[in-house]
């Protein structure tokens, strides 16, 4: 057992394995839904400014090409959001992060079902393990799914 320093407090946590995979797999959850979380955004805000120029061009008559171009500049930002699913993993990574977040805290304050486990360590790495396979497989049915659209119907062969 090690000390950490959680929430301003020290409090006793297992060194070793189980404890840095959780450290690890929340840290890199919480970065991942917020650099996915600013693609998402960022598009949508490029998306929406090249929208609401539409209608401005064609107001003061700037030119056919400039709101094609601005049209153009929609469906790729669309397109960027479709291919990189930012939204969806976003919220993904974000889900996950909190179940890990949660398991953290329930595992430091002996709470839930580490209140009345035999190994509380084992436990805990059993459902880290869970909480990150879930979201693993669910990122690779959403892949496999992305695959497929883009391929086209299923022909059985």
Not at 27 to 44: S, V
Not at 128 to 149: H, I
Request: aromatic share 8%; net charge negative.
């Amino acid at each position: 057992m090690a000390v950490d320093v959680f929430e301003g407090r020290d409090v006793t946590v297992p060194a070793g394995p189980v404890w840095e995979r959780l450290e690890s797999q929340l840290t890199w959850h919480d970065r991942k839904a917020e650099h996915m979380q600013l693609r998402y955004k960022g598009l949508k805000l490029v998306q929406l400014t090249a929208a609401a120029a539409v209608p401005v061009v064609a107001a003061f008559s700037l030119g056919e090409a400039a709101a094609a171009a601005l049209g153009g500049a929609i469906l790729v930002v669309e397109g960027m959001q479709q291919v990189g699913q930012y939204h969806r993993n976003w919220v993904t990574y974000r889900a996950t992060a909190e179940a890990l977040q949660r398991e953290k805290h329930l595992f430091i304050a002996h709470a839930g079902r580490y209140a009345r486990a035999r190994d509380p360590e084992r436990l805990l790495a059993e459902r880290v393990e869970a909480l990150v396979a879930r979201e693993t497989s669910g990122w690779a049915a959403t892949q496999d799914e992305a695959c497929r659209d883009e391929d086209g119907p299923d022909r059985g062969g």
